[in-house]
């Protein structure tokens, strides 16, 4: 699938990130944008080359791509892969180590050795790799959120900052941290959080893609459609600036040979309205399946966002207001703090909640939130302790 390149965002961005008279940057760089409209992508084909090509040494983790392995594994595996590609590196790994025959004796370094509480640490190791190829190494944490859902995750976020801290200093040649996000309270934690290893690194919104990635949809359709940019804007934010959803469009188009001109708009607005409507139904439908109290716990957290806290009193009588009030379901079960808990884990099984180690639940994705706008199931009641908890104040 042919992409459309932003090469210009790239040079942008590689200038922030790369720039050493930037304080900030050396704190790292934290980019938050919602899930499906490029962010991998982007990184992959745009800021990756560009960061390359000014000379540095790039690292790139996508932490959602490997949902199976834990994300403090995902990091360290992505580090010993880059420093199994320098062999100075690793002839130099095994001297430390004392290996110094390494490949005469049979002993060779393997680069289990590298990571936490490991031989060699992971500030050691960049260090030692920034030093042996004299360059700065950028590390991109694609989806860092996950980091902070295990011990071992964010173990390696603090090791990260020890060695960020380490090589910005001194002989070394720097090394900067790019994280993405695809949900901005969950990023925020990483960030405000004092006891977070990224504590006060710039947060950046990526930018969605624009007039220019549609002027490029626009030619990549029959040139019978006359398809016209500003016409697909509307449409374009409407479906949450996902290039898929395009995508549909075109592919309408495409396999459609019935429309004349100047249908051609209608047939692709038509496409990615009933996507979008099926998505939301879907979405509706498996909600519809949750027991009364997960369906009020997911939609008072929804409704809240941060300001959720699930086990105050007010929090549980409001569970019970949304209940009564907006299903008009008797309660019948009890709601206490074991019964919340119980709510808030089989959420997060059903892929609805994302959890930090620190126990802060946030919805897994903001699609979920729209969906429930759209099925007006985000009530007065659903916002009930906020307004208290403001009154109190
Ligand atoms: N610049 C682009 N031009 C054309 N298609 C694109 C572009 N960027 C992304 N896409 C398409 O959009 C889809 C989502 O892209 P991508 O995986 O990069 O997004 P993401 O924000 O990282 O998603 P996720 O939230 O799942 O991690 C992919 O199918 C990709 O091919
Ligand atoms: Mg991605």
Known sequence: MPIFHRTALAQELA??????????ARSGLFLGARRRTG????LQQDLCPELKRRGAIVIYADLWEERDQDPGDVIIEAIREELARHDSVVMRFARSAGMERVNMGGVAFTMDRVGLGKQVSLAK???????????????IVDEAQHAITTDKGSNALYALKAARDKLNMGPHHGLRIVATGSNRDKLAMLVEWKDQAFFCAPMKEFPPLGVDYLNWICKRAPASAALKAGALSTLFERSGYRPEWMQIGLNALASRDNWIPEEAAAVFAEAI??????????LLALIGLLSPLQSAVLRVLAAQGRRFVPFWNRTLETFRLVIEQDDGNDVDEPINVETVQQALDALKDKGFLWRSVHGVYALEELGIREALEEGRLLTESTQRVTLMGRQAA
């Open 15 to 24: 200038t922030h990130i790369l720039d050493d008279d930037l304080a900030p």
């Open 273 to 282: 309205e009933s996507r979008a409507d099926s998505r939301i139904q879907n």
């Open 39 to 42: 962010k991998s992508t982007f």
């Open 125 to 139: 190791a960049l260090a030692m790799l920034s030093d042996e190829c004299q360059r700065m190494i950028v590390l």
